[in-house]
């Protein structure tokens, strides 16, 4: 079974620039989740789908946007970059996100604002 | 809200001796408890899970963990290690709010 694959792997953007990351998750999962990890803050909950419907959203501004397809792929969206913006971004899945289901994570896109 | 303590930034050790990490959880409900491990320019890759029942946990690559309910603590073991257990290793807890929140990580050293 395919595990979750995340597109691009690599990215470097610009100040000012906007992002688009995108999941797909494992077969038969229906919740996607998505985790910044930087040296600093560690790994912060960014917001989680399932259903194309956003069921929770952690601390970030609005420039941090998500959604989710029909097929349970999601793509998250980061508007005008900056600098703190570089980061990985994990994303995770599972059957239908509740707290007893683990989370499977893709290897990440590290983005990286210049 | 739930918060994650894992008490050892770094942990050095040589190969083939045991390593203790250690996670402490705070949290106003039940909560499940999860170890990963993530290795250099990868995702985090589950090493073990507690759901409910038996208190030893036991998971991939020999690993083990034992959930303390009274002393709100989930520490992941290994009898013996080798090289390849070289990586971060993050304990984490889920519980109503359909995210994980995880510790700020150890990272384990092996040396030969």
């Known amino acids: 079974k395919a595990g979750v694959t995340q597109t691009p792997r690599y990215l470097i953007k610009t100040r000012g620039q906007q992002v688009t990351l995108s999941c797909s998750p494992i077969?038969?999962?229906?919740?996607v989740s998505w985790y910044q990890q930087t040296p600093g803050q560690g790994l912060q909950f960014l917001f989680e789908?399932?259903?194309?419907?956003?069921?929770n959203k952690g601390n970030f501004p609005g420039r941090f946007s998500g959604r989710q397809f029909s097929n349970s792929r999601s793509e998250m969206n980061v508007s005008t970059l900056e600098l703190g913006d570089s980061a990985l971004y994990l994303c995770?899945?599972?059957?239908?996100?509740?707290?007893?289901?683990?989370?499977?994570f893709g290897d990440g896109t590290r983005l990286s604002i210049l | 809200a739930q918060s994650v303590t894992q008490l050892d930034s770094q942990v050095p050790v040589f190969e083939e001796a045991p390593v203790e990490l250690r996670c402490n959880y705070s949290?106003?409900?039940?909560?499940?408890l999860f170890w990963y491990v993530q290795y250099p320019n990868q995702g985090l890759q589950l090493l073990l899970k507690?759901?409910?029942?038996?208190?030893l946990v036991k998971g991939i690559n020999g690993f083990e963990a034992e959930f303390n309910k009274s002393q709100t603590s989930f520490h992941l073991r290994k009898p013996s290690v080798h090289i390849s257990d070289t990586a971060e290793y993050f304990c984490?807890?889920?519980?109503?709010?359909?995210?994980?929140?995880f510790g700020a990580g150890t990272t384990v050293t092996v040396r030969a």
């Open positions: 984490a807890v889920g519980a109503n709010d359909y995210k994980l929140s």
């Open positions: 949290s106003s409900v039940s909560v499940y």
């Open positions: 507690y759901l409910s029942g038996s208190t």
């Open positions: 789908y399932f259903s194309e419907t956003q069921r």
């Open positions: 995770a899945s599972s059957l239908a996100g509740q707290r007893n289901q683990p989370q499977h």
């Open positions: 077969s038969g999962h229906r919740s």
